[in-house]
């Protein structure tokens, strides 16, 4: 609901009717809304984490192949959601990030560590590859990997095709990476 809604439209009753928890068990658990928020915004925070390591454990040939596979997987999740929703966590920082310093933080650290587990893959194709990329050089090509998917985040909520957005994705892997690696 938080997802689809936003935090300030939807109510600790709205939660209660939908997830079939009491109110006062929600506040028992949670302590208040802001509370049961922040503990949903982490673990999907978690999850995102999750999902740029999954998508870029397939085989890899090259540094592009792997952002590549990771930029065609934002944009397979993409279309999946009908209402095309966007990320809670961009979402958040629009809606919250003046208001809870807690959502900033959060969100600086989960792109943070999008950023490593992408650098970290670059590291490692490069090794297996005998290509020559530092870990400076790499954590850019993961910054720009990072802003490329979160672009393409947002175009899906403007409505931009698919198919448009898979080549904006492809694009993209080819040209934030590879100047010299």
Known sequence: MFWSRGYDRTSMEDVAVAS???TS????????KLGLF?????RYCEG?????AEATSAP????????????????????????????????TIVELGDRFPEVLDISAATTARMERVLAETFLRTAAEQDLILDAEEAAAHAERTVLASQGLIQLSRLRVPRERLAALAAHSARASVWQGA
């Open 48 to 52: 995102r984490v999750a999902f740029v």
């Open 20 to 22: 079939g928890v009491g």
């Open 25 to 32: 068990s929600l506040y028992a658990a949670y302590a208040s």
């Open 38 to 42: 922040l503990c949903v915004f982490r």
């Open 60 to 91: 890899r040939t090259d540094l592009a192949v792997v952002a590549g596979q990771f930029l065609q997987r934002v944009v397979d999740e993409c279309g999946s959601s009908a209402d095309r929703r966007g990320c809670l966590m961009l979402n």
